[in-house]
């Protein structure tokens, strides 16, 4: 006679607050949704939702995207307040910020976290003629 296994049910984490983490490129845009200590609960990027070439980098694409990674987010996990680290400069990010404020969740923060260079890469070398 076989061995029945026996499932081990896993208790569903409830997370109130995240993070939303939106890098938008010049080629992409990818959502990341996290507790408050780092830890991915959903992401979601243009191309894993089928854009390809140039239409990843749209608003539009941003703004499913966005959607995307919200829902998962708050439906497994229960998410209703977040906060929203802005980094890159590509053209996705406001359609997605304004998609966060359409989703039901509460806003807390926004902060830009773009990183900027102090004092940029070293020029080159001065040209011999």
């Given at each position: 006679?076989?061995?029945?296994?026996?499932?081990?049910?896993?208790?569903?984490?409830?997370?109130?607050?995240?993070?939303?983490?939106?890098?938008?490129?010049?080629?992409?845009?990818?959502?990341?949704?996290?507790?408050?200590?780092g830890n991915c609960l959903s992401w979601c990027s243009s191309g894993a939702k089928g854009f390809k070439?140039?239409?990843?980098?749209?608003?539009?694409?941003?703004?499913?995207?966005?959607?995307?990674?919200?829902?998962?987010?708050?439906?497994?996990?229960?998410?209703?307040?977040?906060?929203?680290?802005?980094?890159?400069?590509?053209?996705?990010?406001?359609?997605?910020?304004r998609t966060i404020a359409t989703c039901d969740v509460k806003i807390t923060y926004i902060r830009d976290?773009?990183?900027?260079?102090?004092?940029?890469?070293?020029?080159?070398?001065?040209?011999?003629?």
């Open positions: 006679m076989a061995k029945r296994r026996t499932a081990i049910k896993r208790s569903k984490k409830t997370i109130t607050s995240g993070v939303v983490h939106i890098q938008s490129t010049f080629n992409n845009t990818i959502v990341s949704v996290t507790d408050e200590a070439g140039s239409r990843k980098s749209t608003p539009y694409a941003a703004q499913i995207v966005t959607k995307e990674a919200i829902e998962r987010a708050k439906t497994i996990y229960g998410l209703q307040s977040v906060g929203v680290n802005l980094k890159g400069p590509g053209t996705g990010r406001e359609s997605a910020l976290v773009t990183p900027i260079p102090h004092n940029g890469c070293r020029p080159p070398k001065r040209r011999r003629v």
